[in-house]
């Protein structure tokens, strides 16, 4: 039995999590046969989701959960693409989960309005007397994590030029194809798309939905990669532990 732990619908999204939509993209396009189930972060080393179980196998973080099952099946969701396309799409993936996902939480854990319409809601399951300083210490935790690695250091007017940056450089790459690479999707289809979702949502309050839409091309394609994977819900409704 191989089951995939992570969140379900939440946000206007199909997932809170970007990594959590790009493999559950990834395991539909390789055709494994999963089942879904709701993440306990306290239950892995790594403490963060996606991670999956294949049998007694545990697999953590997106990347090693593509990888194993590629492995296991003898194939690669790249097969087909040329090196240096294969090279470009590692980048964009890169670029999308590594720096565009940095301001899309940045606009939802950070302004205080958008963080208790949402993610504050990832701790409901605190005891009551307990839960204020929870969430404080954790969002104190988030902002210096941010401040560490830099992105914390830029106002937020350059930290959505930084985004708007990157949504260009999307949508000029993806140009007219349906899909990054041509006419079916790739590996970094599902890691860009469960990112793009993120920040193309219109449930949090925040500049980064107007970006996302000033490119014709980039909505398109979110409409397509949700009808091709998200058309229903196949995750156990609850909310989330954290995300
Ligand atoms: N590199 C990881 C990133 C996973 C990740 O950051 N997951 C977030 C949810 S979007 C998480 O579990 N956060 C919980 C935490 O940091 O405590 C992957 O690709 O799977």
Redesign the pocket.
């Known amino acids: 039995m191989i089951t995939l732990y992570g969140w379900g619908p939440i946000f206007g999204c199909p997932s ?5 939509m ?1 493999s559950e993209i990834q395991l539909q396009m390789l055709g494994v046969d999963f089942r879904r189930a709701l993440a306990d ?1 306290d239950q892995v080393p790594k ?4 991670y999956l179980m294949d049998g007694d196998l545990l697999v953590q ?3 090693f959960i593509r990888a194993h099952f590629e492995r296991k099946l003898g194939r690669s969701l790249n097969d087909g693409l040329s090196d240096a396309e294969r090279a470009a799409g590692w980048a964009l993936e890169r670029m999308a ?1 590594g720096h565009l996902t940095d301001v899309m939480a940045m606009e939802r854990w950070q302004k205080d309005a958008n963080f208790f319409k949402g993610p504050v809601h990832f701790f409901d399951a605190v005891p009551e007397p307990a839960r204020a300083q929870v969430v404080k210490d954790v969002r104190e935790q988030f902002a210096a994590t941010k401040y560490g690695s830099g992105i914390g250091r830029h106002s937020e007017e350059e930290r959505l030029q930084l985004a708007a940056w990157d949504l260009e450089a999307l949508a000029l790459h993806l140009d007219t194809k349906d899909f990054l690479f041509g006419d079916r999707p790739t590996a970094a289809d599902a890691s860009v798309t469960g990112v793009l979702i993120s920040c193309a949502t219109d449930f949090f309050d925040t500049p980064l939905t107007g970006l996302v839409h000033r490119h014709a091309n980039l909505v398109d394609y979110i409409g397509r990669m949700k009808a091709r994977y998200f058309a229903r819900n196949l995750w156990p409704m609850s909310e989330p532990a ?2």
Do not use: Q
Request: proline share 18%.
């Open positions: 809170p999590s970007p990594f959590v790009k972060l403490h963060k989701a996606p973080d997106s990347n989960e954290e995300a």
